[in-house]
Protein backbone atom coordinates (compact mmCIF):
# COMPACT_ATOMS: atom_id res chain seq x y z
CA UNK A 1 0.00 0.00 0.00
CA UNK A 2 1.29 3.80 -0.60
CA UNK A 3 2.56 5.71 1.64
CA UNK A 4 0.07 8.96 2.16
CA UNK A 5 0.99 11.96 -0.54
CA UNK A 6 2.48 9.22 -2.66
CA UNK A 7 1.18 8.14 -6.12
CA UNK A 8 2.41 4.08 -7.10
CA UNK A 9 3.68 3.94 -10.54
CA UNK A 10 1.08 2.69 -13.30
CA UNK A 11 2.36 -0.43 -14.91
CA UNK A 12 3.23 -0.11 -18.83
CA UNK A 13 1.17 -2.14 -21.07
CA UNK A 14 3.46 -4.80 -22.43
CA UNK A 15 1.06 -6.91 -25.17
CA UNK A 16 4.18 -10.16 -24.12
CA UNK A 17 3.05 -10.27 -20.50
CA UNK A 18 -0.69 -8.90 -20.48
CA UNK A 19 -1.88 -10.60 -23.95
CA UNK A 20 -0.39 -14.09 -23.54
CA UNK A 21 0.41 -13.99 -27.81
CA UNK A 22 0.74 -17.82 -29.26
CA UNK A 23 4.20 -16.34 -31.33
CA UNK A 24 6.56 -13.64 -30.75
CA UNK A 25 9.86 -13.28 -33.10
CA UNK A 26 11.85 -10.19 -32.39
CA UNK A 27 15.34 -8.62 -34.16
CA UNK A 28 16.51 -8.57 -30.44
CA UNK A 29 16.14 -12.05 -29.62
CA UNK A 30 18.38 -14.28 -32.01
CA UNK A 31 21.03 -16.84 -32.46
CA UNK A 32 23.98 -15.66 -35.08
CA UNK A 33 26.55 -17.50 -36.69
CA UNK A 34 29.67 -16.43 -38.55
CA UNK A 35 29.31 -13.01 -39.69
CA UNK A 36 25.74 -12.05 -38.19
CA UNK A 37 24.07 -14.52 -40.37
CA UNK A 38 20.97 -15.48 -38.45
CA UNK A 39 20.57 -19.16 -37.78
CA UNK A 40 17.49 -18.68 -34.89
CA UNK A 41 14.67 -16.01 -34.62
CA UNK A 42 13.83 -17.58 -31.00
CA UNK A 43 9.99 -17.19 -30.18
CA UNK A 44 10.05 -14.86 -27.12
CA UNK A 45 6.51 -16.02 -26.48
CA UNK A 46 8.31 -18.95 -24.91
CA UNK A 47 6.18 -21.47 -27.00
CA UNK A 48 8.85 -22.92 -28.38
CA UNK A 49 7.92 -21.73 -32.04
CA UNK A 50 11.34 -21.15 -33.52
CA UNK A 51 12.23 -20.43 -36.92
CA UNK A 52 15.53 -21.42 -38.22
CA UNK A 53 18.04 -21.83 -40.71
CA UNK A 54 20.98 -24.04 -40.46
CA UNK A 55 22.41 -23.74 -43.89
CA UNK A 56 24.57 -20.71 -44.02
CA UNK A 57 24.14 -19.61 -47.85
CA UNK A 58 20.27 -18.95 -47.06
CA UNK A 59 20.57 -17.12 -43.51
CA UNK A 60 19.35 -13.37 -42.94
CA UNK A 61 21.64 -11.24 -41.50
CA UNK A 62 21.35 -9.63 -38.44
CA UNK A 63 21.88 -5.75 -39.21
CA UNK A 64 22.22 -3.12 -36.54
CA UNK A 65 21.10 0.10 -35.75
CA UNK A 66 17.75 0.18 -38.49
CA UNK A 67 14.92 1.92 -36.36
CA UNK A 68 15.07 3.83 -33.24
CA UNK A 69 18.07 2.33 -32.08
CA UNK A 70 17.01 -1.28 -33.17
CA UNK A 71 18.65 -4.09 -35.21
CA UNK A 72 16.63 -5.30 -37.65
CA UNK A 73 16.52 -8.88 -39.80
CA UNK A 74 17.70 -8.18 -43.38
CA UNK A 75 16.82 -10.80 -45.51
CA UNK A 76 18.39 -11.28 -48.73
CA UNK A 77 16.85 -10.92 -52.43
CA UNK A 78 17.04 -15.18 -53.76
CA UNK A 79 18.95 -16.21 -50.65
CA UNK A 80 17.49 -15.63 -47.00
CA UNK A 81 14.50 -18.18 -45.71
CA UNK A 82 13.21 -19.44 -42.15
CA UNK A 83 10.89 -21.90 -40.97
CA UNK A 84 9.37 -23.09 -38.13
CA UNK A 85 10.22 -26.75 -37.57
CA UNK A 86 7.01 -29.56 -37.52
CA UNK A 87 3.33 -28.40 -37.50
CA UNK A 88 2.65 -25.50 -35.40
CA UNK A 89 -0.80 -23.70 -36.91
CA UNK A 90 -3.24 -24.90 -33.79
CA UNK A 91 -0.64 -23.07 -31.60
CA UNK A 92 -1.24 -20.09 -33.52
CA UNK A 93 -4.89 -20.04 -34.65
CA UNK A 94 -8.32 -20.72 -32.59
CA UNK A 95 -10.30 -23.56 -32.83
CA UNK A 96 -13.22 -21.25 -33.96
CA UNK A 97 -11.17 -19.43 -36.97
CA UNK A 98 -9.68 -16.12 -34.91
CA UNK A 99 -6.34 -14.71 -35.05
CA UNK A 100 -4.30 -11.47 -35.07
CA UNK A 101 -1.23 -10.96 -36.26
CA UNK A 102 1.27 -7.91 -36.38
CA UNK A 103 4.36 -7.55 -38.39
CA UNK A 104 7.40 -4.82 -38.02
CA UNK A 105 9.17 -4.70 -41.15
CA UNK A 106 10.95 -2.30 -43.81
CA UNK A 107 10.22 -3.13 -47.31
CA UNK A 108 13.70 -1.83 -49.27
CA UNK A 109 12.76 -2.56 -52.74
CA UNK A 110 9.50 -1.41 -55.29
CA UNK A 111 9.87 -4.84 -56.75
CA UNK A 112 9.06 -6.93 -53.81
CA UNK A 113 6.72 -9.87 -54.75
CA UNK A 114 7.02 -12.34 -51.79
CA UNK A 115 5.31 -14.90 -48.99
CA UNK A 116 6.21 -12.99 -45.55
CA UNK A 117 4.75 -14.72 -43.69
CA UNK A 118 3.25 -18.25 -44.91
CA UNK A 119 1.37 -21.41 -43.71
CA UNK A 120 0.74 -23.71 -46.82
CA UNK A 121 -0.21 -27.52 -46.62
CA UNK A 122 -2.96 -27.25 -49.07
CA UNK A 123 -3.96 -24.58 -51.96
CA UNK A 124 -7.39 -24.66 -49.93
CA UNK A 125 -6.17 -24.25 -46.83
CA UNK A 126 -2.99 -21.44 -46.14
CA UNK A 127 -2.40 -18.39 -44.66
CA UNK A 128 -0.07 -16.20 -46.63
CA UNK A 129 0.49 -12.28 -45.76
CA UNK A 130 1.97 -11.10 -49.64
CA UNK A 131 3.68 -7.68 -50.11
CA UNK A 132 3.68 -7.62 -53.82
CA UNK A 133 5.01 -5.73 -56.40
CA UNK A 134 1.78 -4.30 -57.64
CA UNK A 135 1.84 -2.40 -54.14
CA UNK A 136 -0.75 -5.16 -53.32
CA UNK A 137 -0.85 -6.32 -49.37
CA UNK A 138 -2.73 -9.36 -49.34
CA UNK A 139 -3.82 -11.40 -46.84
CA UNK A 140 -4.81 -15.16 -48.43
CA UNK A 141 -6.68 -17.11 -45.83
CA UNK A 142 -8.19 -20.77 -46.83
CA UNK A 143 -9.28 -21.49 -50.46
CA UNK A 144 -7.37 -19.41 -52.73
CA UNK A 145 -9.42 -19.60 -55.42
CA UNK A 146 -13.01 -17.78 -53.82
CA UNK A 147 -12.72 -13.80 -53.65
CA UNK A 148 -13.75 -13.90 -50.36
CA UNK A 149 -10.88 -15.61 -48.61
CA UNK A 150 -8.67 -12.72 -49.71
CA UNK A 151 -8.18 -8.94 -48.89
CA UNK A 152 -6.40 -6.81 -50.43
CA UNK A 153 -5.00 -3.29 -50.27
CA UNK A 154 -3.18 -1.06 -53.07
CA UNK A 155 -1.58 1.08 -51.25
CA UNK A 156 1.77 -0.80 -50.43
CA UNK A 157 3.97 1.70 -52.23
CA UNK A 158 3.77 4.86 -50.63
CA UNK A 159 5.79 2.73 -47.26
CA UNK A 160 8.40 1.50 -49.70
CA UNK A 161 11.75 1.89 -47.36
CA UNK A 162 9.67 3.07 -44.46
CA UNK A 163 9.76 0.87 -41.50
CA UNK A 164 5.62 0.24 -41.06
CA UNK A 165 3.59 -2.06 -38.82
CA UNK A 166 0.86 -3.99 -40.34
CA UNK A 167 -1.70 -6.03 -38.65
CA UNK A 168 -4.26 -8.35 -39.89
CA UNK A 169 -7.44 -9.71 -37.84
CA UNK A 170 -9.81 -12.36 -38.47
CA UNK A 171 -12.69 -13.04 -35.92
CA UNK A 172 -15.15 -15.51 -35.32
CA UNK A 173 -18.18 -13.94 -37.62
CA UNK A 174 -15.46 -14.17 -40.94
CA UNK A 175 -15.03 -10.52 -40.94
CA UNK A 176 -11.17 -9.40 -41.19
CA UNK A 177 -9.29 -6.23 -41.72
CA UNK A 178 -5.56 -4.93 -42.89
CA UNK A 179 -3.99 -1.96 -41.35
CA UNK A 180 -0.91 -0.48 -42.27
CA UNK A 181 0.22 1.72 -38.85
CA UNK A 182 -3.40 1.53 -37.97
CA UNK A 183 -4.88 3.25 -40.95
CA UNK A 184 -7.16 0.74 -42.09
CA UNK A 185 -6.93 -0.16 -45.73
CA UNK A 186 -8.81 -2.73 -46.33
CA UNK A 187 -11.62 -4.99 -45.18
CA UNK A 188 -13.76 -8.16 -45.59
CA UNK A 189 -16.88 -9.41 -43.86
CA UNK A 190 -17.35 -13.20 -45.57
CA UNK A 191 -13.72 -14.78 -44.82
CA UNK A 192 -15.69 -17.76 -44.82
CA UNK A 193 -12.80 -20.39 -45.60
CA UNK A 194 -12.24 -21.95 -42.46
CA UNK A 195 -8.60 -23.50 -41.77
CA UNK A 196 -7.64 -26.75 -40.54
CA UNK A 197 -5.48 -26.00 -37.25
CA UNK A 198 -4.63 -29.50 -37.43
CA UNK A 199 -2.51 -29.82 -40.47
CA UNK A 200 1.12 -30.42 -40.34
CA UNK A 201 2.59 -28.08 -42.09
CA UNK A 202 5.67 -25.26 -40.77
CA UNK A 203 5.06 -21.46 -40.92
CA UNK A 204 7.74 -19.60 -43.47
CA UNK A 205 9.15 -16.21 -43.25
CA UNK A 206 10.52 -14.91 -46.89
CA UNK A 207 9.13 -18.28 -48.52
CA UNK A 208 9.61 -17.10 -52.20
CA UNK A 209 12.90 -15.94 -51.43
CA UNK A 210 12.96 -12.78 -54.02
CA UNK A 211 12.57 -10.06 -51.02
CA UNK A 212 15.00 -7.42 -49.72
CA UNK A 213 13.17 -6.62 -46.38
CA UNK A 214 14.12 -5.27 -42.88
CA UNK A 215 12.07 -7.64 -40.40
CA UNK A 216 11.97 -6.48 -36.69
CA UNK A 217 8.93 -8.21 -34.75
CA UNK A 218 6.30 -10.71 -35.51
CA UNK A 219 3.57 -10.83 -32.99
CA UNK A 220 0.60 -13.65 -33.73
CA UNK A 221 -2.11 -14.18 -31.36
CA UNK A 222 -4.80 -17.20 -31.14
CA UNK A 223 -7.61 -14.86 -31.33
CA UNK A 224 -8.96 -11.39 -32.43
CA UNK A 225 -7.86 -9.10 -29.66
CA UNK A 226 -10.62 -6.51 -28.09
CA UNK A 227 -10.22 -2.83 -29.89
CA UNK A 228 -8.85 -1.78 -26.74
CA UNK A 229 -6.02 -4.46 -27.09
CA UNK A 230 -5.38 -4.05 -30.19
CA UNK A 231 -5.11 -0.28 -30.22
CA UNK A 232 -2.95 -0.67 -27.25
CA UNK A 233 -0.72 -3.05 -28.98
CA UNK A 234 -0.34 -0.68 -31.52
CA UNK A 235 0.57 1.98 -29.55
CA UNK A 236 3.63 0.00 -27.93
CA UNK A 237 5.39 -0.66 -31.48
CA UNK A 238 4.59 2.94 -32.25
CA UNK A 239 6.61 4.04 -28.98
CA UNK A 240 9.42 1.07 -29.44
CA UNK A 241 10.19 1.72 -33.10
CA UNK A 242 9.37 5.77 -33.20
CA UNK A 243 6.57 5.16 -35.59
CA UNK A 244 3.93 7.36 -36.01
CA UNK A 245 0.04 6.07 -36.25
CA UNK A 246 -3.34 6.87 -37.11
Same mark, same amino acid.
Given at each position: ??????????????????????????????????????????????????????????????????????????? #?? $?? !????????????? =? &?? /?????????????????????????????????????????????????????????????????????????? #?? $?? !????????????? =? &?? /?????????????????????????????????????????????????????????
Amino acid at each position: MSSPGIISAQRVFDYEVDLNPAQVLKSTNVVTAIGNAVSQMTDSAGNNLHVLQNTASLQPLLVLDQQNGLPAIRF #IP $NF !SIMRTVGPVLGAL =I &SG /NNEMTVFIVFKNNDTGISTQLYHWLPGNNNRIQILPQNTGQLIWWHGATTSGESRIFTNSLFPFQGITTIMSFI #IR $ND !SSGEVRLNNDLKA =I &SI /NLTSSIDNTATAPIFIAFDQDMDVDLFEIAVFKTALSDDNFARTYRQFSAKYNIAIS
